[in-house]
């Protein structure tokens, strides 16, 4: 009876035991944030990334009860920023501000210190910005067909302007060129303003600009707008169609989203997914990304999330290998 007794009071504790794991993750994602939380940004202010970041974290602060405070970390091609966050504890208080530039660093540079997909864990994607095929108004192309045709019987006398090498300006470009079997001379600026400018003066003449950057001079008549690669048509130049009309699949968006450090415990992930999700599916919040332009994602899991960074980096990854294109 009283080995009995030893047994069962043995097996209580071991069940008890067992489940300590669980509740001590309940009892943490809970917790979740203990501290200020950093969302580290790898480009200037007042960029693309940056005023995602910049909206997303008030929301944040507001519904989890911690600030959540923007860290911008040029440089590199935000190569430094993902490495400081690769580096920094799995504990959902250090996340990147990720963006479709991540995934064309996976094959544009050959010695990075981390792997994108194996050192990082995708939370939420948050928003995305089309390009828009423009073109100086001497170029006689008023739709996407003429502008293959004029390129095609003018090899090499487009000046194709670049916001900067391996840029998605710029590998937009490339893939453009190798859906289309155009030959144009990629032009590399340091930004897209000043590439939209020398465009606006006629020192080039084609360019896949960021809607934000180019839309007053396509309203001004100063540039032409032949076509949006975003799948689907842009409320701010509703009479402009989709490149996939004219090549079915292209796309080429700026994306931005919320990664974290991989071995993040699961339910702290899930947590901000939620939390994510919930702000980009509110009406005041979906208005503020769309004056600029942007449309936010629809909500989605962080597994979605990993499958489309997955899809990114492969279809980049073909483009950089077909162009011959390595950073230095």
Request: aromatic share 8%; hydrophobic share 45%; glycine share 8%.
């Amino acid at each position: 009876m009283l080995k009995l007794l030893h047994r069962r009071q043995f097996l209580h504790l071991s069940a008890g035991a067992a489940a300590l794991p669980t509740v001590s993750r309940i009892a943490r994602a809970q917790a979740y944030p203990t501290r200020p939380v950093r969302i580290v940004v790898g480009f200037p202010p007042a960029g693309a990334s940056d005023i995602s970041a910049r909206l997303i974290g008030p929301w944040l602060s507001e519904h989890l009860g911690q600030p959540f405070l923007i860290e911008n970390r040029a440089g590199a091609s935000s190569n430094i920023a993902t490495e400081a966050v690769v580096r920094a504890p799995s504990d959902g208080h250090t996340l990147l501000l990720a963006t479709c530039i991540n995934t064309i660093n996976a094959s544009l540079y050959d010695r990075l210190n981390f792997d994108f997909i194996r050192d990082m864990a995708p939370v939420a994607r948050i928003a995305y910005t089309p390009l828009v095929v423009v073109v100086h108004p001497t170029v006689p192309a008023k739709n996407v067909p003429e502008l293959i045709a004029y390129a095609k019987a003018n090899p090499r006398k487009l000046n194709l302007a670049s916001a900067g090498f391996g840029t998605p300006v710029h590998v937009a470009g490339e893939l453009f060129k190798m859906r289309t079997g155009t030959d144009m001379v990629q032009v590399q600026y340091q930004g897209g303003a000043p590439a939209v400018a020398d465009l606006v003066g006629g020192q080039v003449q084609v360019m896949f600009a960021v809607m934000s950057e180019c839309i007053e001079h396509i309203k001004a008549g100063k540039l032409r707008a032949l076509a949006l690669t975003a799948a689907t048509p842009s409320d701010a130049l509703p009479n402009v169609p989709v490149l996939a009309d004219f090549l079915p699949g292209f796309e080429a968006v700026f994306w931005t989203g919320v990664c974290t450090p991989k071995n993040t415990p699961l339910e702290i992930v899930t947590k901000l997914n939620m939390q994510i999700s919930g702000a980009i599916s509110d009406p005041a919040m979906k208005a503020r990304f769309a004056d600029l332009g942007t449309t936010v994602f629809p909500s989605g899991s962080p597994a979605q999330f990993a499958q489309f960074i997955s899809e990114e980096t492969q279809k980049w990854g073909n483009v950089v290998k077909t162009a011959g294109m390595k950073a230095e």
